[in-house]
């Protein structure tokens, strides 16, 4: 116990971004709740948290601010959540609550939350082009990545992470792509 809080209910920051995601990709907000000690103050375990939580928030803020749900929210393990934006969004509907997927309007965003543990990252529901793209977040812009199309994956991508260094990843809990031009996909998430 440190200044009266039990170290093992608070929670790990890699817990408190999977969260963040999750509730981006479903369309939702994320409230984190930190008390103050009887003296006011916060406590450097959750000053730790705060800052850290902040840094990945920065680092990300493309793909978390002023984004919809895709499509899809996530891949079937769960470890990979989708948030997505429009290059142009003349004549649609301001409250729709997902974004379509179209070749050369829609940027979508997957936040990797378990790291691969062979450094290629499977997006099976990510269909490419000739045109697609995928750049990973760094500390320094983006880093383009190449992609490729295993057949195990029915049509979707893997990127591979290995040529990356560490450093390079704004966290080391979890990170984010960027992909674009990948192609147009009819499906509606509301009709399950």
């Known amino acids: 116990?440190?200044?009266?809080?039990?170290?093992?209910?608070?929670?790990?920051?890699?817990?408190?971004?999977?969260?963040l995601v999750t509730a981006i990709s479903t369309g939702g907000?994320?409230?984190?709740?930190?008390?103050?000690?009887?003296?006011?103050?916060?406590?450097?375990i959750f000053e730790e948290r705060l800052r850290s939580l902040g840094s990945f928030v920065n680092a990300h803020s493309e793909a978390i601010f002023a984004t919809?749900?895709?499509?899809?929210q996530n891949d079937s393990d769960s470890t990979i959540?989708?948030?997505?934006?429009?290059?142009?969004?003349?004549?649609l509907d301001p409250y729709r609550l997902y974004n379509n997927q179209t070749q050369a309007n829609t940027i979508i965003y997957a936040f990797v939350v378990q790291w691969p543990m062979d450094n290629?990252?499977?997006l099976p529901l990510v269909i490419p082009t000739?045109?697609?793209t995928v750049n990973l977040f760094s500390t320094q812009g983006f880093i383009p990545l190449s992609w490729n199309q295993p057949?195990?994956?029915?049509?979707?991508?893997?990127?591979?992470?290995s040529g990356v260094s560490l450093p390079k990843f704004p966290s080391t809990d979890a990170f984010a792509l960027k992909i674009?031009?990948?192609k147009d996909q009819n499906a509606n998430p509301l009709q399950g």
């Open 81 to 91: 959540w989708y948030t997505s934006q429009v290059r142009n969004d003349t004549g």
């Open 151 to 161: 057949f195990q994956l029915n049509g979707g991508i893997q990127v591979d992470i």
């Open 180 to 182: 674009e031009y990948a």
């Open 1 to 19: 116990m440190i200044d009266g809080v039990k170290v093992n209910e608070v929670q790990p920051l890699l817990a408190l971004i999977t969260r």
């Open 130 to 132: 000739a045109n697609t």
């Open 29 to 44: 907000n994320y409230l984190l709740n930190i008390g103050p000690d009887h003296n006011g103050r916060v406590l450097p």
């Open 68 to 72: 919809k749900p895709w499509i899809f």
């Open 120 to 122: 290629l990252v499977n």
